[in-house]
């Protein structure tokens, strides 16, 4: 019944080691988002997909990169992983087309790089 | 830089008290979301404005659009300790996919 969700629920690991997180929505929507949640809780969008093809890409260095193989599933990878990466991340979706541009966000996922 | 800036950052108040979290821009946006965020959990959205002066309310949550869509307000009525969390709004902007996202404000609310 959950609506979006992200798997792990927590990854610690160690700097310079690769991950992946992944995302589901089983809402029918056709746009997907990863957004980062620092300590402060400021939460900072990185990238979005619709119907699978990337439309935001803000500055986010070239060690993480979205996969999205279908329109139910975005998933996110993360090489040679940095202290600065630790952070929630958080997976959300969108109907392309709803006037009021809501987003149904997953439950996060917690990084914590040592 | 397009910016939502939210006060107060912090309020810790007593069950029973009202109170006002404020939202604003310079940018005029399409919709604004309200969200609450409790610890460990993602975001969920509490409401959509979409019209300038828009008035939506939510049991004891009022939600207030501005007339230039650029700023917004939420007022809660007798607080209580459910409602202790991290509120968020977001701006949008029509045909845009982005949305951004004020710094949020943090909600304690005591017995």
């Known amino acids: 019944d959950t609506a979006v969700s992200q798997t792990p629920k927590y990854l610690v690991t160690q700097m310079g080691n690769d991950k992946s997180i992944k995302c589901e929505q089983n809402l029918g929507h056709d746009t997907m988002y990863w957004y980062k949640q620092d300590s402060k809780k400021f939460l900072k969008i990185m990238f979005s997909?619709?119907?699978?093809?990337?439309?935001i890409n803000e500055t986010v260095p070239n060690r993480f990169s979205p996969k999205s193989p279908d329109k139910a599933h975005l998933n996110l990878h993360i090489n040679s992983l940095e202290l600065g990466d630790s952070a929630v991340y958080f997976c959300?979706?969108?109907?392309?087309?709803?006037?009021?541009?809501?987003?149904?966000f997953g439950p996060g996922t917690r990084l914590t790089v040592t | 830089t397009q910016l939502l800036e939210q006060s107060p950052q912090f309020l810790s108040i007593q069950e029973g008290e009202n109170l006002t979290v404020y939202c604003n821009s310079s940018?005029?946006?399409?919709?604004l979301q309200w969200y609450r965020q409790e610890p460990g959990e993602g975001p969920v959205l509490l409401v959509t404005v979409v019209t300038g002066g828009e008035v939506k309310k939510l049991k004891r949550l009022t939600f207030q659009f501005g007339d230039a869509r650029k700023d917004s307000s939420l007022h809660i009525t007798a607080a209580q300790p459910g409602d202790t969390g991290l509120y968020l709004c977001?701006?949008?902007?029509?045909?845009?996919?982005?949305?951004?996202f004020g710094a949020g404000t943090r909600l304690f609310v005591k017995a």
């Open positions: 959300a979706s969108r109907r392309t087309g709803d006037a009021g541009y809501e987003q149904y």
């Open positions: 940018s005029v946006f399409s919709s």
């Open positions: 997909y619709n119907n699978k093809e990337l439309i």
């Open positions: 977001a701006g949008a902007w029509v045909g845009g996919f982005k949305t951004i």
